[in-house]
């Protein structure tokens, strides 16, 4: 990729950012320049360019935070991104040579979210329509766990048409960017990070604008204005739908306000969880946070036990035996 001595600069200020605190168990091997050390000894080194490929992706999250540098140069903004998937590609390939392992399982998972974080970016500049043929296309080799494809495909499923799709975490939100841009289903959803929408201006702005919505700075208020407007749907992976006052109802998955709520009703005994099973069967590390969602959604929506006992699950949800 060619980049002009402004972008170059920029990205370079990027990549120099204060790194984000190290987890509890980190150390100084798992920063920036302790990570660039430890490649260039041992270049094979799977588990580095697993945090590597972390870390350029929270310098580009960190790039849409006031004062917004995303839009200032998006050109190094994508550059990083290109460099995050990079590392993560090295990982995965590195850490899960011959099959699934929870290392080589993460790097998939978050080269997911480098595409998301690159598709958040062209609609910021072109417009929430803008598709994979602008920002993409998407690789082939991209690649989710099942226990995360088939969590994409029941959030989406359980979400009205023309609906947008507030997710929670690194586990929905990108099962269900993976299977709305990777996959192809459900072309008419939305989907947006729910702390996106909250700390993000210039991607609501972009939203309102595509959508004919008033503006409003207060992201509450804002999500109100794109309820009455369309669909609105919310995981459970949130411990409470925000803005209480806009009147949630609840569906097996998500809380949803907005029109046309008594369109497209999934029953929930429709809802497949076969690759959960088989993740917790396999100690598969996405299946804690994809079981917490669902043992979640059983609480809102009882109802969902039955198909959930269909797949021997009900003994992991506690509601469930109530």
């Not at 411990?239 to 998955?253: H, K, Q, Y």
Request: aromatic share 6%.
């Amino acid at each position: 990729m060619t980049i002009c001595l402004c972008s170059t600069l920029a990205l370079a200020a990027l990549l120099q950012a204060p790194a984000a605190p190290l987890p509890a168990s980190g150390t100084a091997a798992d920063s920036l320049p302790g990570l660039r050390e430890r490649l260039a000894h041992d270049s094979s080194d799977g588990r580095a360019w697993l945090l590597l490929g972390r870390l350029y992706l929270q310098r580009a999250a960190g790039a849409h935070d006031p004062p917004h540098r995303a839009l200032e140069d998006s050109a190094a903004v994508r550059a990083l991104l290109d460099t995050t998937d990079d590392a993560l590609d090295r990982a995965g390939r590195l850490l899960a040579p011959s099959g699934p392992t929870p290392d080589g399982d993460s790097a998939r998972v978050l080269r997911v979210g480098a595409w998301s974080a690159r598709s958040r970016l062209a609609w910021e500049e072109k417009g929430i329509n803008v598709g994979p043929q602008e920002w993409g296309p998407v690789p082939l080799d991209l690649k989710m766990p099942p226990v995360l494809d088939e969590l994409g495909e029941n959030l989406l499923r359980a979400c009205p048409m023309w609906g947008v799709l507030f997710t929670a975490n690194e586990a929905d939100s990108y099962a269900a960017w993976y299977m709305r841009f990777a996959r192809g289903l459900r072309p008419d959803l939305l989907t947006v990070p729910l702390a996106a929408w909250r700390s993000d201006s210039v991607l609501r702005a972009r939203i309102a604008t595509d959508l004919k919505l008033a503006r409003h700075r207060d992201p509450d208020v804002a999500l109100g204005e794109l309820a009455k407007r369309r669909p609105v749907c919310v995981t459970v992976g949130v411990d409470r739908p925000p803005a209480p006052r806009i009147g949630w109802s609840t569906r097996p998955l998500v809380w949803v306000a907005g029109p046309h709520l008594k369109d497209d009703r999934v029953p929930p005994r429709d809802f497949v969880f076969a690759a959960l099973r088989l993740a917790l069967d396999n100690n598969d590390a996405w299946a804690p946070p994809t079981l917490a969602l669902y043992a979640r959604a059983a609480r809102t929506t009882p109802a969902l036990c039955e198909a959930l006992k269909t797949f021997r699950l009900t003994n992991e949800i506690p509601s469930c035996h109530r």
